[in-house]
């Protein structure tokens, strides 16, 4: 087979003129506007925009938390609007991590115990789902913190434990929502010092929102919204 003839690798993930539209008639909102977006395999993508542009709303339909009021969402090739809802549901179980500003742990519950939680719901055997926390507990720097509580942690270290669950189960991408909102410039380096380590090394597709330039510069690609649509669309670094 020539070059020329070798099918196309589908993208990873493609937003084929997406809209999403809240309320009617002269109340109606327009969150996302005929957004096209496309984002392979290994990618690293800060997601920018002023409030309002669409960028919450994006990561919402990627992570299937929302879905389009019209135009389509390719996940590997397959059309996300017309799967069921239990086929959404495990689709984010099995391809998709995510990490939060707030963090989102369980208070009373140890490190290991939180980050064994998406395990628990893959019906995963209690000696295995604690080898794999622990393992993502080391990978992320805290497993000498395994049985601390989220109270006994900076937020630094919350976050880092949020980080171990979200690829505890080992996603295809991580979905993260200004992870480094929350935390001081100190901590925020160390964040995103680990994101990069963990799209390099393990080839982890990340997309990321955040309002910090600083941030985003340590994406390799780095896409702005405005008005519910992409207005620029770049490479970052050298």
């Known amino acids: 087979m020539t070059a020329a003839a070798r099918p196309e690798v589908a993208p990873l993930i493609e937003l084929r003129g997406v809209w999403k539209s809240y309320g009617r008639g002269d109340a109606e909102v327009h969150a996302l506007a005929g957004a096209s977006l496309r984002i392979d395999d290994g990618e690293f993508v800060a997601v920018m925009g002023a409030s309002g542009s669409g960028k919450s709303t994006c990561l919402n339909v990627l992570g299937c938390l929302d879905q389009p009021t019209r135009g389509q969402y390719l996940f590997r090739g397959v059309d996300v609007g017309k799967l069921t809802l239990d086929q959404l549901a495990l689709l984010r179980r099995n391809y998709l991590g995510f990490v939060f500003q ?51 942690l900076s937020g630094g270290q919350q976050q880092r434990v949020a980080i171990a669950r979200a690829i505890v189960t080992d996603p295809q991408m991580l979905l993260a929502d200004e992870p480094t909102g929350n935390l001081d410039s100190a901590r925020k380096v160390e964040i995103m010092r680990l994101l990069v380590d963990l799209n390099r090394r393990r080839g982890i597709t990340i997309v990321m929102v955040t309002h910090e330039p600083d941030m985003a510069e340590y994406a390799t690609r780095m896409v702005h919204f405005r008005d519910g649509s992409v207005e620029s669309d770049e490479a970052v670094g050298p």
């Open 102 to 152: 707030g963090f989102n742990l369980l208070a009373r519950t140890t490190a290991v115990e939180n980050v064994e939680l998406p395990l628990i719901y893959r019906r995963v055997g209690h000696a295995e789902r604690r080898r794999r926390a622990m393992k993502a507990l080391e990978e992320v720097g805290l497993a000498s913190r395994a049985t601390h509580t989220p109270a006994e």
